[in-house]
């Protein structure tokens, strides 16, 4: 990942707003202001943040019993992990959400007029942020996919605690042919990764 140390030194200074300078887009807080301020009480030791949005998600199982309909929730993509955040209203409680690396086959963009959406396709469903600040959803996305690339082709390590599941070549292609469907890889990478496979069957 380009700018890994600035991306953690950043981090470490709990300096959102230059991280968000650094992928040439400004610190979209709106909304969120509560949700940034707990940040750093849910990251773990080492959990590095590359990218930062706010976004609509409609309510789940852990979301606050006050809360109603669609809430603002602060987006964050981070070395480990996507991590959601919402603060509730009236009181000081917070609902987090996270999907681990290891669980997205993809994340992708779309852009309207105003605003955009990201979607972070898990396979069996998908995980959608709308109404985010338009410029920031092709920076999540695009970082994204290029750190999911790296933990696959580089072997990183996977977070604590998570178990390690051997892939079957044909489930590495298919997370390979969704990649590139959705523009995260080149064809000659495409090419290159598909050969790279095919030879180890």
Same mark, same amino acid.
């Given at each position: 990942?380009?700018?890994?140390?600035?991306?953690?030194?950043?981090?470490?200074?709990?300096? &959102?707003?230059?991280?968000?300078?650094l992928?040439?887009?400004?610190?979209?807080?709106?909304g969120?202001?509560?949700?940034?301020?707990?940040?750093?009480?849910?990251?773990?030791?080492?959990?590095?943040? *590359?990218?930062? !949005?706010?976004?609509?998600?409609?309510? #789940?199982?852990?979301?606050?019993?006050?809360?109603?309909?669609?809430?603002?929730?602060?987006?964050?993509?981070?070395?480990?992990? *996507?991590? *959601?955040?919402? #603060?509730?209203?009236?009181?000081?409680?917070?609902?987090?959400?996270?999907? $681990?690396h290891?669980?997205?086959?993809?994340?992708?963009?779309?852009? %309207? &007029?105003?605003?955009?959406k990201?979607?972070?396709?898990? %396979?069996? $469903?998908?995980?959608?942020?709308?109404?985010? !600040?338009?410029?920031?959803?092709?920076?999540i996305?695009?970082?994204?996919?290029? &750190?999911?690339?790296?933990?696959?082709?580089?072997? *990183?390590?996977?977070?604590?605690?998570?178990? !390690?599941?051997?892939?079957?070549?044909?489930?590495?292609?298919?997370?390979?042919?969704?990649?590139?469907?959705? %523009?995260?890889? !080149?064809?000659?990478?495409?090419?290159?990764?598909?050969?790279?496979?095919?030879?180890?069957?």
């Amino acid at each position: 990942m380009d700018n890994f140390d600035k991306y953690k030194e950043y981090t470490n200074a709990q300096d &959102w707003e230059s991280i968000c300078v650094l992928n040439g887009v400004e610190l979209d807080s709106f909304g969120t202001k509560k949700e940034l301020k707990v940040l750093p009480d849910y990251l773990e030791n080492d959990e590095v943040v *590359f990218a930062l !949005t706010s976004g609509i998600m409609e309510q #789940s199982e852990t979301s606050n019993a006050l809360d109603f309909g669609t809430n603002t929730w602060l987006v964050v993509l981070t070395n480990d992990r *996507f991590l *959601f955040i919402d #603060s509730a209203m009236l009181t000081k409680s917070v609902d987090t959400q996270s999907i $681990r690396h290891d669980r997205v086959q993809a994340v992708s963009a779309s852009q %309207g &007029w105003m605003f955009g959406k990201i979607i972070v396709d898990l %396979g069996s $469903r998908t995980v959608v942020i709308d109404n985010c !600040t338009k410029a920031t959803v092709p920076i999540i996305a695009s970082l994204a996919n290029k &750190w999911l690339k790296e933990i696959q082709e580089k072997g *990183f390590a996977q977070p604590s605690g998570a178990k !390690t599941v051997e892939e079957s070549p044909i489930d590495k292609l298919e997370k390979l042919a969704k990649l590139h469907s959705l %523009g995260a890889l !080149t064809e000659d990478e495409f090419k290159e990764a598909k050969g790279k496979i095919l030879a180890s069957m």
